[in-house]
């Protein structure tokens, strides 16, 4: 996947990672409100041993302490000491407890050692403190006398006594806090990756062409300059196709669950444009058709003449900014479905393709009306139109996969790219011949 890809997911499922982060970081609050308050103290001792007066008796002495150093930890750690300071303060908790407030350590190459005591309050670490290391000179002074009445030959001695802690050492909850929106976002990305990966919605064309298993002719951009250009190569498909014939009949329906008749609207105005007889019938029983659009509601068109033969299909409105005939929807019926699948319909189609070089039909989409099958056999060929970011892949599937069994001539899928609803521009009055409708060239879905 590219760099853009994985933006494009953040861009559609950043809600996804905004609520994880904020579910990680509140996580991460509650964790470190449950961490005790922890002071610690620290004594500075220093280990000497008994040496004589001379300069090699000194550095001698040295170097034995620096050796004794390396297990002074394990006895300021030790239950010896952490018992002893039990008794002398009169504590409550064990000496095992003890022992686990208690570190040790030592800078290397010294003979110092830092004795660090951990408790809730500040003055309770600082006399732990005092009192571990108290204990500790006490008990290798102890340790380090072989003869009874005899100096010690090591010694320890506080240089730094344990101060008032001024601040607490924990819960560090702004560390907390940063690693759990370090995990909320990367917890995020990975479900808003899952997320997507296994979203059925169809977003490319490369996934729209896999699902229906036909070509994608084309894919009608948002902004109106790349959609003209897009309309211009589907005009040239079209065209194409037709080879010799005399007229080309194509109808395009929607494999959403509502019509786009803007494509058919733009479709037919690319190629009245190159100076071709273009005629739009608006087959879409479902009221979204371009009768609506183009406010054609009173006029009568295919409804009336499937059920009349009226009026004559010479006498069609005019979309004059483009040269294009259309043959509205009319005043339909629960009859009007019906008639669009007989062979009345396919009269029509003749009848217009004795004045017209292409004849377009805007049906209905096939998910709500199975009108479209039926149309598509009195069609040279069927185009799907297909929105790209809302239309799920089983629903176009099952769209696709009832084209196959008719064995009607599905030829391909136009793709659209959603954009905000824009109505179109208020049409001029119509006259019952010859009328100047207005269609705005955006499309809305």
Known sequence: MALSDYTGIVRRRWLIV???????????????????TVYVSTTRMYVSMATGTSVNDSYQGGLAAQQRITSYPYVATGATVAERVVDRLGLTMSPGELQGKVSATFPPATTLLDISVTDSTPEGARRLSRAVSDEFAQLVAEMETTVIGAAPAARASVIDPAPLPGAPVGPNTKRILALGVIAGLGLGFLLAFLRDRFDPTIRTPQQLGRSVRLPVLGTISRRNTDAAKDIGHLRAQITAARGDRDRMVVMLTSFTEH?????AARLAKALADTGARVALIDADTSGEGVTGRLDMQSY??????????YPPLTELPVWSEAGVSVLPLGSADERTPDLLASDRFAGVLSGLGEHFDYVFVAAAPVLTDAAALSLSAHCDAT?????LGTTKAPRLQAAADSFAKSGTGLVGAVATVPARTRRFPQPKKLRRTQAEPDLGLAYSP
């Open 18 to 36: 905004v609520a994880t982060v904020l579910a990680c970081t509140a996580l991460a609050w509650a964790y470190a409100s449950t961490i005790p």
């Open 259 to 263: 019509s786009n008749p803007c494509v």
């Open 300 to 309: 009568p068109g295919v409804a009336e003449w499937l059920r009349d033969q």
């Open 383 to 387: 185009i799907a139109v297909v929105e």
